[in-house]
């Protein structure tokens, strides 16, 4: 199956500073990526929709100033975290959609990147 | 407001027998329903999906039902292994990708 891949899958940093998560789609084309959110035994929290060369669609209560999206390329979207503070840590998940929409209607999720800010 | 509800936490099943995980949904627009396996610091790995037009689908030891009328869909596993352990997600999509996912249901399987 296509494979997604997140990087960094761990990550800790110090409060106030700026995190980048990387997203790529190694053997498809995607047009769009979904970043989802994960809390404690909790379900996964769709952030925001990006869009290969336009702005990133973000889900109501998510602070698009503070996740900031961006979808350069085809294989390629990052999410950066803001000035990150404690209640941003989480783990995160990207997902791609084939250009190609699969017939199966999956969507191809990355391994997920835990952020952990002190 | 919970378009996709996974009303069971858990379930606990002995090796061999059926395990059987509900979802419901309320958004009759989804177009296709799926069922994702998940362990602890991963991604979601898709099991099996349906079809908005169908009411079954089998594969493997895995068979998902759909009841539109209801808005309800089920995934059967038989004989459920210990390796099945993990928690189940069902998300719902649009037309347009965007998935939805139930709260999970933690399957625990023993021997």
């Known amino acids: 199956g296509a494979v997604v891949s997140q990087h960094p899958s761990r990550v800790i940093c110090k409060s106030g500073t700026s995190v980048k998560i990387e997203c790529r789609s190694l053997?498809?084309?995607?047009?769009?990526m979904f970043w989802y959110r994960q809390f404690p035994k909790q379900s996964l929290m769709l952030m925001a929709t990006?869009?290969?060369?336009?702005?990133?669609?973000?889900e109501q209560g998510v602070e698009k100033d503070k996740f900031l999206i961006n979808h350069a390329s085809l294989t390629l979207s990052t999410l950066t975290v803001t000035s990150a503070h404690p209640e941003d840590s989480s783990f995160y998940i990207c997902?791609?959609?084939?250009?190609?929409?699969?017939?199966?209607?999956?969507?191809?999720f990355g391994e997920g990147s835990r952020l952990t800010v002190l | 407001d919970q378009q996709v509800k996974q009303n069971s936490p858990s379930l606990s099943v002995q090796e061999g027998r059926i395990s059987i995980l509900n979802c419901d949904y309320t958004?009759?627009?989804?177009?296709?329903f799926l069922w994702y396996k998940k362990y602890p610091a991963e991604g979601p790995t898709f099991l099996i999906s349906?079809?908005?037009?169908?009411d079954k689908n089998e594969d493997g030891r895995f068979t998902v039902f759909l009841n539109k009328s209801a808005k309800h869909l089920s995934l059967h596993i038989v004989p459920s292994q210990p390796g099945d352990s993990a928690v189940y997600f069902c998300?719902?999509?649009?037309?347009?990708?965007?998935?939805?996912f139930g709260q999970g249901t933690i399957l625990t399987v023993h021997p």
């Open positions: 958004n009759s627009m989804f177009d296709y």
């Open positions: 997902s791609a959609r084939d250009r190609v929409l699969s017939n199966t209607g999956e969507l191809f």
């Open positions: 349906i079809s908005s037009i169908k």
């Open positions: 998300a719902s999509r649009t037309s347009y990708g965007k998935l939805t």
């Open positions: 990006s869009n290969e060369g336009s702005k990133a669609t973000y």
């Open positions: 053997d498809f084309q995607a047009t769009t």
